[in-house]
Nanobody, 120 residues
């Protein structure tokens, strides 16, 4: 079974930056990042297709950048100008179909998550 492993989370002050990485043991057509804040449902952050098409939630547009390395089956999320509301557990997802990238149902595999905490 294909696995995804996230890394790069941590504690950062508001206005700072973090880079998340996700390594997959197999190939996915689409890869995305979702996050879950305490007491809230998991929400879409960003996604990228095999061909490099990118999609972002309105809350992170202009601050976050998703990229992927198809040769390494890896995806990264560069997060700049972080806000306290960006705090949460960030999950990497991998999907085998092309559909609405913001829907969790479009992803077949998930990583275990990495904690991002932004302090004020």
């Amino acid at each position: 079974q294909v696995q995804l492993v996230e890394s790069g989370g941590g504690l950062v002050q508001a206005g700072g930056s973090l880079r998340l990485s996700c390594a997959a043991s197999g190939r996915f057509l689409s890869m995305g990042w979702f996050r879950q804040a305490p007491g809230k449902e998991r929400e879409f952050v960003a996604a990228i297709s095999w061909s490099g098409g990118t999609y972002y939630a309105d809350a992170v547009k202009g601050r976050f950048t998703i990229s992927r390395d198809n040769a390494k089956n890896a995806v990264s999320l560069q997060m700049n100008s972080l806000k306290t509301e960006d705090t949460g557990v960030y999950y990497c997802g991998g999907g085998y179909t092309i559909g609405n990238p913001s829907r969790e149902a479009g992803y077949a595999r998930w990583g275990q998550g990495t904690q991002v905490t932004v302090s004020s």
